[in-house]
Structures are given as C-alpha cells and as structure tokens.
C-alpha cells in the first residue's frame, strides 16, 4: 500500500492543484448523495450510502470513517478496491462510488465521508452519517431492594435489556411523565428518587425507543413507611367513664405493612376484638388506667404506641358520714368519711378551712370555742361524679335532770343508780364527786363504764340519805352541765284518783321526786271489803277501821286500779312509798263513796250524847232503823245490779278500764314519767316485784 500512503502525502498538493485547477475553469468533478446524508439501519442488514458524480470520467473515490480512509478505488479500474483490513467482510465499494455494508454490524456506525479526485479535474466530497441499531429486547426494571423506604436517602430503578440501542428512553409514574428535578434524577440507565415517601408507591414505567423498536417496562415499587403516630378514636376521650358504663376504642395508625394493633394493659396484650378494636362493656373500676395501643411495621420492625388513660371512677356507697370528738377534752376534732369511692372523694370543712382536706376520710382539730356552739359545721364531699355534704352539729351539754332508779338487789342491798346523760356533741364526759371528794368505783359505788351511771348499793339507806350531795358534772370542749343533788328517802310528791263513771273501778296515780329512792309502793285502803272476785254475793262488812293493804306495786309503778267497789260505799285509799323496809310518808288520802255517812266518831258523838233527850233516842233509833231498812232494800235492789256490775267489770280489760277512765276527762292524769323513763305499769308485761320482806300493817297517820 505504499501508493496509497504516497497519494496521502501528496494530498494537500493534490487539492490545491484541483483548487488551482477548477479556480480556472473547465469541467468541474461533483459529488452528492443520493437520499438522506443521515441513515439508520437495522444491524445485519444491507445498507448502502449512495453517491453520484459528474464532471470527469473513472475519478479515484476514497471513503473515510471520520478521519480515517476505510477503502479506495479507481471507478471502472480493473482491480479491485483496497479495503481497510478489519473492514474487508462488511464493506464494498459500487461502480458508482456508493459504499454498501453488508450485514452491518453495530460498530460501523458513524460518520463518512467520500472524496473524488481526478487529476486535473479537481476533488469533491460528501458526507453520510450512518447509525446501526439493534432491536429492543428483553428490558428488565431492577432495583437494588426489593422495598422503597421511606425516609431513605434514595431509591434507585434501573433497567437493563437483552439488547439494543436506545435513541430515546421515557420514564412514566402512575402514567405521568418524569423529568430531572429534586426528586428525580435520570441518568444512564436508571431513575434515582431522592428521598422516597409513601406518596412515590405506584407504578414506574421506562419506555425505550429507536427508530426500528420500542419497549416499555412496568414495576410496581413498593414503599415501606410507618407506624405513624397511632390515632385513637373517638379522639376526646372522656376526662372519665362511670362504672358500668361500656366503651369502645378504636386505634388505627398509618403505615406499610403494619400488624394489627394490639391494646396492652397492665402489661398483658388484650384479647383483639377487631381490627384494633377496644370494647370493653360494663367497666369497672380496676380496669382504668393506661392502655398503650402498639403498632408494628412488620418488615421494618419500626414500633409506634399511644397511650390512652382511662379513669373508671365509683362513687362510694352511701353518704358521707360527719362527726365530732373531743381531743383531750379541750379541742374539737370535726370527722368526716365518705370512704370507698374510685377515685376517693376530696372532703373538706369550708367552714373551718379552706386549705386543708383529706381524701375518703378527713378529720380536722381546731380549738373550741363558743361560737363553734350550735354551729352547723357542713362537710363538702367532692367526687367526680357526686357531690354530696354531711353536717355536724358541736353542742354543749345540755341541762338535764339526773334520774335515779331504785331496786332490791338479789342479796337484798338496796341498789341506787343514778343517771346523768346530757344531750351534748361531742359526747359529754362525765364525772362524779360526792361532797369533794371524786367518786371512784369501790365496794359501794360502781360507775359504768360509759360513766354516764352511778351505782351505789347498800343495806342501809340512811347510808343514802346521809351522804354529802352527790354532784354529776357532764363536759365537753364546749362546756359542762354541773348537777348537784341529795337523795331522798321514800317520797310522793303527788297523787290523785279517778273513779269510774259508775263508781266501781278507781285508778290511783301518783308521782314520786326524781331523787327519792323508791323500791315499791303499798296500796292501803280503808272501807268495806272489796266484792268478792268470784262473782257470787258477799255481804259487805261494816267498813274496817284500819287501813290494810290490797296492792303492793313495784317501784317504778305509778299508777294502779282497783275494782270491785261498791258504789254506794265510801272507801278511803293511800300509796306508802317505801324503800325496802323503810317507809315514807304516805301520800294524802283519796276518799271515794257518797259522803261521810255516820263515821264511827259520829256514832261516838251521838252515844255521848243520849242523856240529852230520849225523843232524840227515839229519833235515833228512828234515823237507825231507817238507815238500815233503806240499806237493806238498796242492798237488795242493788244485788241483780251490782253482779251485773261485777260481770261487766270483769269482762272489760283493766287496760280498756283505765282507757275509759283516763279520757273520761275527768281531770287529766298527770304525766307520770316524763323524767323517769321506766316502763308503765300498763305498758304490758309485768314487771319484776321485790315485795317486803314482811307483811305490813298499815300505819295509821
Ligand atoms: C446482502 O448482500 C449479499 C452479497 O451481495 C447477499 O448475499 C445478501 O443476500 C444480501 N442480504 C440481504 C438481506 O439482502
Ligand atoms: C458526525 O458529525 C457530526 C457533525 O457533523 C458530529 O456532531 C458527530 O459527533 C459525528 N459523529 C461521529 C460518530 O463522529
Ligand atoms: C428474551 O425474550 C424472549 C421473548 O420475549 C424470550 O423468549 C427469551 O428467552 C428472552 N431471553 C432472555 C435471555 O431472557
Ligand atoms: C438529567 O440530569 C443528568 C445530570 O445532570 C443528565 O446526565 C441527564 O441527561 C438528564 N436527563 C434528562 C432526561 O434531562
Ligand atoms: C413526599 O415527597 C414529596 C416530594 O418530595 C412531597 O411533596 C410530599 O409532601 C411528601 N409526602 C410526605 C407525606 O412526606
Ligand atoms: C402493578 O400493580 C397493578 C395493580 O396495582 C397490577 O395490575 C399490575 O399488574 C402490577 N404490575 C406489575 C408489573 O406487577
Ligand atoms: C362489644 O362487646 C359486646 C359484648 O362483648 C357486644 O355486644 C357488642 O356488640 C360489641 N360492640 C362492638 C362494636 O363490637
Ligand atoms: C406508655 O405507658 C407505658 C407504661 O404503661 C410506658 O412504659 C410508655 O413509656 C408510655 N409511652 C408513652 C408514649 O408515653
Ligand atoms: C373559705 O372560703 C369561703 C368562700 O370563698 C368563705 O366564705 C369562708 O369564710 C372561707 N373559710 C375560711 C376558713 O377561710
Ligand atoms: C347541711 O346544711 C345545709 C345548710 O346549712 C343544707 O343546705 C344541707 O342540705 C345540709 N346537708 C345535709 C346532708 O343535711
Ligand atoms: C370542800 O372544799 C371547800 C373549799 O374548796 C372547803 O371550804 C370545804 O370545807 C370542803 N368540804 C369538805 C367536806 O371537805
Ligand atoms: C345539799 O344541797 C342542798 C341544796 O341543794 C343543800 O341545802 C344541802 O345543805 C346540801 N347538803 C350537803 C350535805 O352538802
């Protein structure tokens, strides 16, 4: 080939030469391409890059890849054209000068450039530019994890392919088409997204173009993100939920992929209802507290909870209770509960304090003082759910009036208690002396144990009568009641009767001081015999002179009937207190029956009197006989009656009597106990008799 490199060499002396050559005229050598100067073809194909020429006959034409010479040739010469070596299988020269590839392959590709010359004739030239493609063929879209995550730095799609030239490449987002930006980066092969989020899930595309084929690819790209923040519905929780009540909660929290969310309370997963779902019906108190809804990202293992407080409140049962004690007898503690609600109720005394208070119990100790007297002290107790008050009432003791109870003790010591109770708040204390010396508990005085009673036992009741005064003082931090009192012996005070309306049933009643000591009571009456109980007939004695006793009544009795009187006959009755063996005054006498009739004095008085006159005798005897006659024929007259009387006597009840008498209203009896609480003779049953050791005679007064 070294004429070749000598038509190189010579080359810039040959082109001016043809420069020179056509400057002057004559026929001028042209080139020019047949078609399109770009052509595209299919690799393994046949193309040709055809040319034309005038203006000199069999000119040399040289192709040129850029800028190097890839073949020559003399048109019409008879030899064959020189073709660059590793080009000898693909390339051929035509008769007319075109060059034509056979089955190009992808390499040849580029620019070429043909040169005519012809000595004398000048050098013309022109320039192709040939692009060999390859059918598209299997793209793939690949990424480097299977996952976009959010939060990552980038995610990268890039795609390959079997084989291919690709002229134009289109990536596509859900159908949209993607350009350079913050985003997005196309570059090469693959798509970068910058800084992936939920919103790039979708589907990516890349569509790869050449003139002879297009391919387009599908991925669907997945992105991982979450839990977010667990949102917990309904979102105001109640500030708290009533026992009982039922609730449900639901707990949903955005992410991919996420579990199902799991309530958690007090360390142990809740059963799930559904899908996150808390239902919780009928709660109860030990079900408040915090409940933690947990999400997990199941391929990131990325955890999120939310905690929920839940407040199950109670309200305790009942009301709340307030009271008062005194703390060493000189401060009030003013209490008060209301105990056992969820949460505990906040108690305070506004009244006392408006800073301090307790929760379910609250006691709070001031110093006394008189104006805290009989002032209503209110207790507020605040729960959520209930607000409810108590009150106390402080109160100084109260004046009161001891009572004293009298009784025969088994071995029989007469047994004198005493009782002082003052209504007071706090509670009084109470104490006991006796002229000045405190009592205490000995032998003889015994105080109970709440000191409200004292209890002095003795044989011998002027032990009793001749002790100093007994003095019972009720205290309290507000202030005391002091009571100084002597016992007395067996005392009434007062007493009155109340006859029947047909005179044949009499009730006594009588009264007794508080501080008299009473074991019992001797009901004596002085006239006829009472009628005999067995309904028969008797024949009323002539009345006795002395008084004896028909009833002996118990020492709280205050009251007694007697039946079976005869209406037309005067009696007279009295009550003997007495105190075992000792007697008291008589109460005065109560005289029933019609007038005095002749009194054995009268009769005296008249006997005295028979030397005055025998016509008075007569008279007398007269008044007598008449007398007598008129009592025999009433006695007569009255004998169907007075068994009718006795009979209907008998069949009422003593109770029914006594009614019929009392609101007969005659004269009201008085109220006999309203000191002495004991129980009635007619409240019923009957009470507990110590009788008299021996059977007494009444004394006349
Ligand atoms: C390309 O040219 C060669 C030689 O001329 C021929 O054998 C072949 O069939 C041609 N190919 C096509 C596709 O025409
Ligand atoms: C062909 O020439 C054009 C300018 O004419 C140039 O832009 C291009 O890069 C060249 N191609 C090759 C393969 O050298
Ligand atoms: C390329 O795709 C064709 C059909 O589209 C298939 O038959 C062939 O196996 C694929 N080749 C490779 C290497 O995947
Ligand atoms: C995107 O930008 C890169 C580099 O900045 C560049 O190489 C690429 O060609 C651009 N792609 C498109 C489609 O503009
Ligand atoms: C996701 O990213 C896009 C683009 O950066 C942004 O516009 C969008 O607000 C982001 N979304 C979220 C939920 O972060
Ligand atoms: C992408 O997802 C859509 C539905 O979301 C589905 O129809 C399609 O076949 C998926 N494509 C690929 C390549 O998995
Ligand atoms: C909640 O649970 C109760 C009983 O356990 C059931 O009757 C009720 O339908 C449930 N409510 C919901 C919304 O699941
Ligand atoms: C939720 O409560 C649990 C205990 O009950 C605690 O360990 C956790 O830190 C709490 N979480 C939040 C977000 O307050
Ligand atoms: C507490 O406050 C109330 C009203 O605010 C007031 O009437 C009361 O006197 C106060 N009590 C005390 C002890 O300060
Ligand atoms: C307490 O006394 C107040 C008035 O002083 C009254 O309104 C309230 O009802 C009383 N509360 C109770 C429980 O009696
Ligand atoms: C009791 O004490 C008073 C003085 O406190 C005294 O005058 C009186 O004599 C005392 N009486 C007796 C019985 O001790
Ligand atoms: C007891 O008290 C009375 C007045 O209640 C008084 O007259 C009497 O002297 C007192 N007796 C004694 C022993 O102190």
Same mark, same amino acid.
């Given at each position: 080939? !070294?004429?070749?490199?000598?038509?190189?060499?010579?080359?810039?002396?040959?082109?001016?030469?043809?420069?020179?050559?056509?400057?002057?005229?004559?026929? *001028?050598?042209?080139?020019?391409?047949?078609?399109?100067?770009?052509?595209?073809? %299919?690799?393994?194909?046949?193309?040709? %890059?055809?040319?034309?020429?005038?203006?000199?006959? /069999?000119?040399?034409?040289?192709?040129?890849?850029?800028?190097?010479?890839?073949?020559?040739?003399?048109?019409?010469?008879?030899?064959?054209?020189?073709?660059?070596?590793?080009?000898?299988?693909?390339?051929?020269?035509?008769?007319?000068?075109?060059?034509?590839?056979? /089955?190009?392959?992808?390499?040849?590709?580029?620019?070429?450039?043909?040169?005519? !010359?012809?000595?004398?004739?000048?050098?013309?030239?022109?320039?192709?530019?040939? &692009?060999?493609?390859?059918?598209?063929?299997?793209?793939?879209?690949?990424?480097?994890?299977?996952?976009?995550?959010?939060?990552?730095?980038?995610?990268?799609?890039? #795609?390959?392919?079997?084989?291919?030239?690709?002229?134009?490449?289109?990536?596509?987002?859900?159908?949209?088409?993607?350009?350079?930006?913050?985003?997005?980066?196309?570059?090469?092969?693959?798509?970068?997204?910058?800084?992936?989020?939920?919103?790039?899930?979708?589907? #990516?595309?890349?569509?790869?173009?050449?003139?002879?084929?297009?391919?387009?690819?599908?991925?669907?790209?997945?992105?991982?993100?979450?839990?977010?923040?667990?949102?917990?519905?309904?979102?105001?929780?109640?500030?708290?939920?009533?026992?009982?009540?039922?609730?449900?909660?639901?707990?949903?929290?955005?992410?991919?992929?996420?579990?199902?969310?799991?309530?958690?309370?007090?360390?142990?997963?809740?059963?799930?209802?559904? =899908?996150?779902?808390?239902?919780?019906?009928?709660?109860?108190?030990?079900?408040?507290?915090?409940?933690?809804?947990?999400?997990?990202?199941?391929?990131?293992?990325?955890?999120?909870?939310?905690?929920?407080?839940?407040?199950?409140?109670?309200?305790?049962?009942?009301?709340?209770?307030?009271?008062?004690?005194?703390?060493?007898?000189?401060?009030?503690?003013? =209490?008060?509960?209301?105990?056992?609600?969820?949460?505990?109720?906040?108690?305070?005394?506004?009244?006392?304090?408006?800073?301090?208070?307790?929760?379910?119990?609250?006691?709070?100790?001031?110093?006394?003082?008189?104006?805290?007297?009989?002032?209503?002290?209110? *207790?507020?107790?605040?729960?959520?759910?209930?607000?409810?008050? *108590?009150?106390?009432?402080?109160?100084?003791?109260?004046?009161?009036?001891?009572?004293?109870?009298?009784?025969?003790?088994? $071995?029989?010591? &007469?047994?004198?208690?005493?009782?002082?109770?003052?209504?007071?708040?706090?509670?009084?204390?109470?104490?006991?002396?006796?002229?000045?010396?405190?009592?205490?508990?000995?032998?003889?005085?015994?105080?109970?144990? /709440?000191?409200?009673?004292?209890? &002095?036992?003795? @044989?011998?009741?002027?032990?009793?009568?001749?002790?100093?005064? #007994?003095?019972?003082? *009720?205290?309290?931090?507000?202030?005391?009641?002091?009571?100084?009192?002597?016992?007395?012996?067996?005392?009434?005070?007062?007493?009155?009767?109340?006859?029947?309306?047909?005179? !044949?049933?009499?009730?006594? !009643?009588?009264?007794?001081?508080?501080?008299?000591?009473?074991?019992?009571?001797?009901?004596?009456?002085?006239?006829? $015999?009472?009628?005999?109980?067995?309904?028969?007939?008797?024949?009323?004695?002539?009345?006795?002179?002395? @008084?004896?006793? &028909?009833?002996?009544?118990?020492?709280?009795?205050?009251?007694?009937?007697?039946?079976?009187?005869?209406?037309?006959?005067?009696?007279?009755?009295?009550?003997?207190?007495?105190?075992?063996?000792?007697?008291?005054?008589?109460?005065?006498?109560?005289?029933?029956?019609?007038?005095?009739?002749?009194?054995?004095?009268?009769?005296?008085?008249?006997?005295?009197?028979?030397?005055?006159?025998?016509?008075? %005798?007569?008279?007398?005897?007269?008044?007598?006989?008449?007398?007598?006659?008129?009592?025999?024929?009433?006695?007569?007259?009255?004998?169907?009656?007075?068994?009718?009387?006795?009979?209907?006597?008998?069949?009422?009840?003593?109770?029914?009597?006594?009614?019929?008498?009392?609101?007969?209203?005659?004269?009201?009896?008085?109220?006999?106990?309203?000191?002495?609480?004991?129980?009635?003779?007619?409240?019923?049953?009957?009470?507990?008799?110590?009788?008299?050791?021996?059977?007494?005679?009444?004394?006349?007064?």
């Amino acid at each position: 080939m !070294t004429w070749l490199k000598g038509i190189q060499k010579l080359r810039p002396v040959l082109v001016s030469v043809l420069f020179i050559l056509t400057s002057q005229g004559g026929n *001028c050598l042209v080139v020019s391409p047949v078609g399109h100067t770009l052509v595209n073809a %299919l690799a393994g194909t046949n193309v040709t %890059l055809a040319v034309s020429y005038s203006g000199a006959s /069999d000119p040399v034409v040289t192709w040129f890849k850029g800028p190097l010479p890839v073949g020559t040739w003399t048109i019409n010469a008879n030899f064959p054209p020189d073709i660059a070596s590793n080009s000898w299988s693909v390339l051929e020269i035509e008769r007319d000068g075109s060059l034509t590839f056979i /089955d190009v392959p992808l390499r040849f590709t580029g620019n070429y450039t043909v040169e005519l !010359t012809k000595s004398g004739q000048g050098k013309a030239s022109a320039t192709f530019t040939l &692009i060999i493609y390859e059918i598209i063929q299997n793209v793939t879209l690949i990424t480097e994890a299977d996952f976009a995550q959010e939060g990552a730095q980038r995610f990268t799609l890039q #795609y390959s392919m079997l084989q291919g030239v690709v002229e134009q490449e289109i990536w596509r987002f859900n159908g949209r088409d993607l350009k350079n930006s913050t985003h997005y980066l196309i570059e090469g092969a693959s798509l970068v997204i910058f800084g992936p989020n939920r919103t790039d899930k979708g589907s #990516y595309s890349v569509t790869l173009m050449n003139p002879f084929s297009s391919v387009t690819t599908h991925k669907n790209v997945t992105v991982l993100y979450g839990p977010d923040e667990p949102i917990v519905e309904p979102p105001p929780i109640q500030p708290f939920y009533k026992a009982g009540d039922s609730l449900i909660f639901s707990c949903q929290a955005e992410g991919f992929p996420l579990s199902i969310p799991q309530w958690i309370f007090g360390g142990q997963i809740l059963p799930d209802f559904h =899908q996150g779902v808390l239902n919780l019906t009928n709660v109860q108190t030990s079900q408040g507290g915090s409940y933690t809804c947990s999400v997990v990202n199941e391929l990131t293992k990325e955890k999120r909870e939310k905690n929920v407080t839940l407040n199950v409140y109670d309200v305790s049962l009942g009301s709340p209770t307030c009271s008062v004690v005194s703390v060493n007898n000189a401060d009030l503690q003013y =209490q008060c509960k209301w105990a056992g609600g969820t949460p505990e109720a906040q108690l305070s005394f506004p009244a006392l304090s408006n800073t301090s208070s307790g929760a379910g119990t609250f006691s709070l100790t001031v110093t006394s003082s008189a104006n805290l007297n009989d002032k209503t002290i209110t *207790c507020l107790a605040e729960h959520p759910i209930e607000q409810n008050t *108590c009150n106390i009432t402080a109160k100084s003791p109260r004046n009161f009036i001891p009572t004293v109870e009298t009784s025969v003790d088994s $071995d029989g010591k &007469i047994a004198v208690t005493i009782r002082c109770v003052s209504e007071a708040s706090p509670p009084a204390v109470v104490s006991w002396s006796q002229g000045n010396e405190s009592v205490v508990t000995g032998s003889t005085y015994q105080i109970s144990s /709440d000191a409200t009673q004292l209890k &002095i036992r003795s @044989y011998n009741i002027s032990t009793f009568l001749l002790a100093p005064n #007994y003095t019972c003082t *009720c205290r309290n931090p507000l202030g005391s009641q002091r009571k100084l009192f002597q016992l007395q012996g067996p005392t009434i005070s007062d007493s009155s009767l109340f006859p029947n309306q047909d005179g !044949t049933i009499i009730t006594l !009643t009588w009264e007794v001081p508080p501080t008299s000591l009473v074991t019992g009571f001797d009901i004596q009456m002085k006239g006829p $015999d009472l009628l005999s109980h067995s309904g028969g007939y008797s024949v009323p004695k002539r009345s006795s002179k002395e @008084y004896r006793i &028909i009833q002996q009544k118990p020492g709280y009795a205050r009251s007694t009937d007697v039946f079976l009187l005869d209406p037309d006959m005067t009696y007279r009755f009295r009550i003997i207190p007495k105190a075992r063996l000792t007697d008291g005054e008589p109460s005065k006498v109560h005289r029933i029956g019609p007038g005095d009739g002749l009194s054995g004095s009268a009769i005296a008085g008249i006997a005295a009197g028979i030397p005055c006159s025998i016509l008075v %005798l007569v008279l007398l005897i007269g008044i007598i006989f008449l007398i007598f006659y008129h009592h025999k024929k009433k006695s007569n007259k009255t004998r169907y009656p007075v068994s009718r009387a006795v009979e209907k006597v008998k069949t009422i009840q003593p109770k029914a009597v006594s009614h019929n008498i009392l609101n007969r209203g005659l004269r009201p009896p008085p109220d006999y106990n309203s000191l002495h609480q004991m129980p009635s003779e007619r409240s019923g049953t009957l009470p507990m008799f110590v009788p008299p050791a021996p059977v007494r005679v009444a004394t006349t007064v």
